[in-house]
């Protein structure tokens, strides 16, 4: 088999839990926003990053992509460590540069990811003049026009010399959105992408993103709170969900397989969570606790056993390790091994 696009092992990120000029005497242990975390992405791949606010998604999106250095584990782009390439060491195959090109970021907020300074037609020209300096200006211009013509605004030379605060939140989405694919990159982070848009935005907007998808043979690490959102965008591609909890992936596989099938109990919660993929209205809550633990203070072992009405003594006392439950499909519960000693030890909660 070929090696993956992007792939991310053992990767480990730690954060101070204080800034400031004492952090390098304090005595405090580091916040883990990303605990041992492997993850691949495919060529023309759709993965789609679930999880509540303040899970460490986000710092794993950022991770994939170069822009976050992980304290452990590795980061490669076609077999190429991002870090090694960075900073020279080894034998580079794949120039920093290249690299740098190939991932590319869609930020939650557009209005702030534009300088408010800058008509759209500047914002747009200067990824081609740092990228490819070779294009004239006119041909740099009729890209950027075919471009948001693409993305729905028409006609494009109405829009390229207003300021961002001329643009809606829509169009301003849309900008961003041509500005990552001019460089033609391989991995995008969608990173929250369209949570800032109106209800019925979003769907349009995964649907451009989609078409684009096909046309610039990209890959999307589509980070989103909203599990309505990933089931549409990974099935649209054929793509797969990854949920994250506290720092850790605790499930990930094709669509339907963790839609239909969902294995760890916190899946069970987000499906739960969403009204138009949950219909048993009678079935208990999946769930005791509603706040989120501390991350500065993660619980032991299984990180949701205090929030997990399943929850055993073996829970608490170690981490589940991967168990494969189907094709691509892998959950960290120990309700997936039927010989586990889940089954023997104690029930935490009544």
Known sequence: MSKPLLSMEDVTVEFNSHDGLLDAFSDEDPVRAVDDVSLDIEENDVVALIGESGCGKSTLGKTAIGAQRPTSGSVSYRGQDIWDAREGRGEVRVPFEEIRRSLQIIHQDPGSALNPNQRVLTSLMLPLKRWQPELSYEERQERILTLLEHVGMSPAEDFVNRYPHQLSGGEQQRVVLVRSLLVNPDVILADEAISALDVSLRVEMMDIMLE?????????????????NARYIA?????????????????????DEILENPQHPYTKVLKWATPELYEDVEADIPIREIDVPDPTDPPSGCRFHTRCPKARAACRESHPESYGVGPDHDSHCFRSDETHDYWESEPLHD
């Open 212 to 228: 684009l998808q096909s046309v610039f043979d990209t890959s999307y690490l589509f980070i989103s709170h909203d599990l309505s």
């Open 235 to 255: 099935q649209q591609a054929d793509g797969r969900i990854a949920v994250m909890y506290l720092g850790r992936i605790v499930e990930a596989g094709p669509v």
